[in-house]
């Protein structure tokens, strides 16, 4: 099996430093960068599909140069490949850029899944993947908490999160998966594995290798942040000290005052 | 620019580098550091820990690809050693102690020496000790009286080494004997051979009790008619000396990780105590006293490990002087190691004095970095002779 | 050049979602403000029924009835419907910030190459283009963005407007789907209910949340009674989901669920920015913690310092005393 997992390097969450540069773009400089948690996930799932069934994971990005750094963990993790593409054009590009891109990207790869991640920690609009799949013309099996693919029928099941639990999809390959989470806790990579992951190969890809119409007509995106604002503040809070009954009453009291009880 | 200064800019690691010390790490804090007190009180060998290690391709680190190794360079064994001694001290001393014996065999081997003896310790399933220091002979090598006399295809020895770390565990130790006793120069007259401790006639005499890094065997070792095929040589004979000195440079970085390491842990420990413990109706981290003990011991820490990367990169890019950095490097991280876990323990105050906190015994393991692969006299003399030479 | 505004609405069981009733109000208002239309689209095997709830708030319905959504999964078709409005005129179009909504919103994205205007919580207009307000940095700021262009795709988050009743019902255009959609559908073989996961934490009134302090499966049992004295839903830290002790479902924070109920109570939970992220735009938040360090109390209304095993079973007692019973 081939799978082809989409990762973005996003500021580490942990961290908590994210801020806006002067350009109103989010400052990719301001925090550490890290690979996003649910491709993590993804990543992790794919990993554990091709031990099982044999074959290999490729990793696709698109980023500035320095995303190679990222891509380093995941090659680490036991992807054997990367694709980058980085283009000083796509500093800053907006949510339909990156889906073209990306599309004509994980096209000029062979696949039997494609694997992004439900949504990003830094821009959490969880559209890009879908959004993929539509520009492939593929199945989206979307909020995947486990997949589970017949190499032999060239069909993949994928149980999505659904309000009530999950739903049992079923597709034909190559299909575009989202993931979430619930896929499992992303492996750590092992010491062989980051030293092995300097000679995986990296290709690299401008625009001018993905073809025409990449970029919006006129060259500006079209998509934009108009301003920043603080976000509303809480009034101070007070904190309730004493025994647990007094505790109670007061918490009690403080329901009763704001109507939820 | 003088030859010893730095032929390179300043220390940058590289993503695989970060992504390795980071592993180490998590290693360090989630299954080495339960365990730290536990081996300094039972004082013995932890098997467990060598099998962790092993497991995990810790041991792999500092051996090239071939030999089933991960082909890393010096700065990130020191990393690896770092990250362990933090923990534990004792486990970082595994690590280095491996790598240390097999530098003879990597600098001075055949190939076909190499193939035979490198993979099983890359693999960890293998130990390796280094065997130089006698009752006579600490500082002043010459003072080495084991002897190894040619008898038809083999070297038969007699003699004793002491203060040989794991040589009680070890599989393989490296000896350091007499051969060339005629030899013009006092520097000619020994050899480097590997001795598999299995033979007859290699006994483990006794194994100290010590002030510190207790879970680390140190073994005396009487050879009586111990025999050993001459292909178990390493180098020429005569080439023992020099073999040993050439070790040094790349193991002293070693030695001065583990302090670097044994330093963090404890001004870690000394920090978050001093965040939490309150009196005066404060945490004592307020007080400026203690704020000023844990700024110069942050800061003489962070100097030593500088230091440290630094003379990594030059001793790995060939500096000509790599016997100096290796020194300047062990000097700094062996003193500051000592000064900052005293501070630490008077951090804590009197409950730094009690086994109930690990300050106490980072404190007796710092010690030893000062004492071993060269005491920091000897440490001082190569510096001095560097800096007078460069004139 | 006036706009026309599409609402993709979602269906629950037959019934319209309570999410696409706010977003029905949200459409109108902004649709009045800048002189445009709205027109809303149900997109399901029995439509009926939602529609004539949607048309309860907007001017217009267009109601599919679509077989294939039974058994095939429900946002290609959804997105192949908004297409043909597109076609005949629609110019914005706004799904709900869920899987299915933001699933919509991407293949119209990919399909359409429209701007996406992410996490709306408030919308206007400069000239043809809406401007929203989102929530960004992990809750840090919002930011005011826009689409320069008389398209774009909007996704709008719950609580981005009260559902308002029109006066007057709408008008309900069925129609028969279009056909098969652009994007192949994956088939839904079945669909799995699973004990704990039936929940809409996004909807719930009052969460009850237990952490890391709440040390195993058995002390979700005090986080469900609470949540059962408050009419509210039981959630979980991102520590209490890694450790076991409750399904994934429940969590709350950045890689979970979104909240934001008028009590969020809990228990044992530290405040993790990546947690925070997920309730602190709750109208009421009372936090139970035995650590006066945790970083929940900085955004906490009433910070409680003490051991959940005490206070909870106190709280709980209070709560019955209070209800006489």
Known sequence: MRILVMTKPVPDPAANAERLGANLRLDRAASPTVVNGNDEYGLEAALQLVQAHGGEVAILTMAPATGVETMRKALAMGAMSGVLVADDALAGADIPTTIRVLAAAAATQAWDLLIGGLDTSDGAGGVVTAGVAARLGLPLLSAAARIEPDPAARRVRVQRLSAKGHDLLEAPMPAVISATQALGTPRYPTLKGIMAARTRQITMLTLADLGADMLPIGGQWPSRVLGVLPPPSRAAGRTVTGDPAAQAREIADYLADQRII | ?391 | MPATLLVVGEVADGRLARLSAEIASFAVGLAAAGGGAVVGLIVDAAPDLAAQEFAAYLPRVVSVASGAVADGVWAPHAAAEARRLVDEGVTHVLASVTNDGRDVAGLLCGGLGWGILANASAASWDGDAIVVEATVLAGKAIARSTVDAPNAIVTVRAGAAEAMELAKSGAIETRVPVGVPAVPAAAVLDRVAEAGAEVSLEEAKVVVVGGRGVAGPEGFGLVDELAALLGGVTGASRAAVDAGWIPYARQIGQTGKVVRPALYLSLGVSGAMQHRAGMQGSQNIVAVNRDPDAPIAEIADLFVIGDLFEVGPALAAELRARRGG
Request: net charge negative; with cysteine.
């Open chain 2, 1 to 391: 620019m003088t030859q010893s200064g730095p032929i390179l800019g300043s220390t940058r690691l590289t993503e695989e580098q970060v992504l390795l010390r980071e592993a180490v790490r998590v290693l360090a804090d989630e299954r080495v550091a339960p365990r730290a007190a536990a081996i300094d009180r039972d004082g013995a060998f932890p098997e467990d820990i060598r099998q962790l290690l092993a497991e995990h391709d810790v041991f792999a680190i500092p051996f090239a690809e071939r030999h089933g190794g991960l082909g890393a360079d010096l700065l990130t064994l020191i990393l690896a050693i770092e990250q362990l001694s933090r923990a534990c001290a004792t486990t970082g001393l595994i690590l280095a102690v491996q790598a240390l014996g097999a530098i003879p065999i990597q600098g001075a081997g055949t190939p076909e020496q190499q193939d035979r003896w490198l993979p099983g310790l890359a693999s960890g399933e293998k130990l390796i000790a280094f065997a130089l220091t006698e009752p006579d002979a600490g500082s002043d090598p010459s003072g080495i009286r084991t002897k190894a006399v040619r008898d038809g295809n083999d070297y038969v020895i007699d003699g004793g080494k002491r203060f040989i770390s794991h040589a009680s565990v070890a599989d393989y130790v490296v000896v350091f004997a007499v051969t060339n006793p005629e030899a013009d120069k006092p520097s000619r007259r020994l050899s480097a051979i590997l001795v598999e401790t299995d033979r007859p006639g290699f006994t483990v005499a006794r194994v100290e009790h010590k002030m510190g890094l207790r879970g680390s065997p140190t073994a005396e070792l009487a050879f009586e008619g111990l025999r050993v095929p001459v292909a178990n040589r390493l180098g020429e004979e005569g080439q023992g000396f020099a073999i040993a000195m050439q070790t040094f440079e790349r193991s002293r970085p070693g030695i001065a990780a583990q302090a670097v390491g044994i330093a963090q842990g404890a001004l870690e420990a000394a920090a978050a105590y001093a965040g939490q413990r309150r009196q005066f109706g404060r945490p004592i981290g307020e007080l400026q006293m203690v704020q000023a003990m844990l700024a110069d011991m942050d800061a003489s820490t962070e100097a030593a490990r500088h230091l440290l990367y630094t003379a990594c990169e030059e001793i790995e890019a060939g500096n000509t002087d790599a016997a100096r950095w290796a020194a300047i490097a062990k000097l700094v991280a062996g003193d500051t190691a000592m000064r900052v876990t005293t501070d630490a323990v008077q951090v804590f105050g009197g409950y730094g004095y009690i086994d109930e906190y690990p300050v106490e015994r980072m404190m007796r393991d710092a010690k030893i970095t000062q004492l071993y692969e060269g005491t920091q006299q000897i440490q001082r003399l190569i510096v001095a002779r560097s800096l007078l030479a460069r004139g």
